[in-house]
């Protein structure tokens, strides 16, 4: 497998805050690699050092073998980035956008047309492609965005939060059009705090927390961190935190967790576990809204490896 992208000891400050330390990867070519974590993780300070729009303190990317930075232009042509905020005309139509991306590319004529095309029917606007960019919904807005990424066809396609705030309809377009380019030998970097959306796209997955990776590897090699037993997701209201620590002493709990307002339980488990845990609630003044048992998860991997919860 071809190496698309590599980063190596990525550092950067802002003033006195250190937004990324230490970080580097690699990404082949037909690999989808994940940066998994919360805002303010340090995701969108890396991305931006990766494609070349903010140089590092210290560290060095690469992308099929050159040196990236702010002036460097054949490491910047294989790269395809979508950022968070939207980036189109609103009084241009979709096909109107791209055809202006694409001359930036340097694409013209039949060549142009042809990509265009694709685009279009990759991101689902092939009949929309005639409207003006401002009356397509937040969703169209986003695929469209992501179709003026595609059009020079890039080695590398970075991603930043490609989903946030789209419906459902075009959450899933945008998901199976990433399935369909890491099909083609894409190489995808996506960042992401929807652990769901990680474990569906991704083939290496590395959790960020407070500018570092804390964790790295597939979906499986994550979750072996947290082991393989059963998680009982419990809701509720009252002293949560006294009720968590008199849980992780009844027979059969491995671990437990507090956050948002859930307490997550580790366990072998049984109805006489569960029966044991509504005991407890009832008895520490805690108010049961809702009991869940799970397999463990990217979320439980976070907390395991951070202490606090994806979503925080």
Do not use: W
Not at 138 to 163: F, S, V
Not at 206 to 233: F, K, N, Q, Y
Request: glycine residues 14%.
């Amino acid at each position: 497998m071809e190496i698309v992208l590599g980063v190596d000891s990525l550092r950067r400050s802002f003033g006195e805050r250190v937004a990324v330390d230490g970080v580097g990867f690699t990404i082949g070519s037909g690999e989808t690699y994940g940066l998994l974590g919360p805002n303010g993780a340090g995701k969108t300070t890396t991305i931006s050092m990766v494609c070349g729009l903010l140089q590092p303190d210290e560290g060095r990317v690469e992308v099929l073998g050159s040196p990236m930075g702010l002036d460097r232009c054949e490491a910047k042509s294989h790269v395809g980035l979508v950022p968070q905020e939207v980036a189109l005309y609103g009084d241009l139509t979709g096909r109107e956008n791209l055809e202006l991306f694409g001359r930036l590319q340097g694409l013209a004529g039949g060549e142009l047309s042809t990509r265009v095309d694709a685009v279009l029917e990759l991101m689902g606007l092939t009949e929309r492609g005639g409207d003006r960019v401002e009356e397509y919904s937040g969703g169209m807005k986003r695929r469209c965005n992501i179709g003026a990424a595609l059009l020079h066809h890039p080695a590398l396609l970075i991603l930043d939060e490609p989903t946030v705030g789209v419906d459902p309809q075009s959450r899933n377009a945008i998901l199976a059009g990433i399935e369909d380019l890491q099909a083609e030998g894409m190489a995808v970097l996506y960042t992401t705090h929807y652990m769901e959306e990680a474990q569906r796209l991704c083939d290496r997955i590395a959790v960020m927390d407070s500018g570092s990776i804390v964790a790295e590897g597939t979906t499986a090699e994550l979750i072996s961190l947290v082991g393989t037993h059963p998680v009982v997701r419990l809701s509720g209201e009252g002293p949560l935190g006294a009720f968590t620590s008199a849980a992780g002493e009844l027979p059969g709990v491995l671990g437990t967790t507090l956050a948002d307002g859930r307490v997550d339980v580790v366990a072998d488990v049984s109805a006489e576990l569960l029966s044991g845990l509504l005991d407890l609630a009832a008895r520490s003044d805690v108010v049961v809204s809702g009991v869940q048992v799970d397999s463990p998860d990217l979320e439980d991997v976070f907390l395991h490896v951070t202490g606090r919860a994806l979503r925080d």
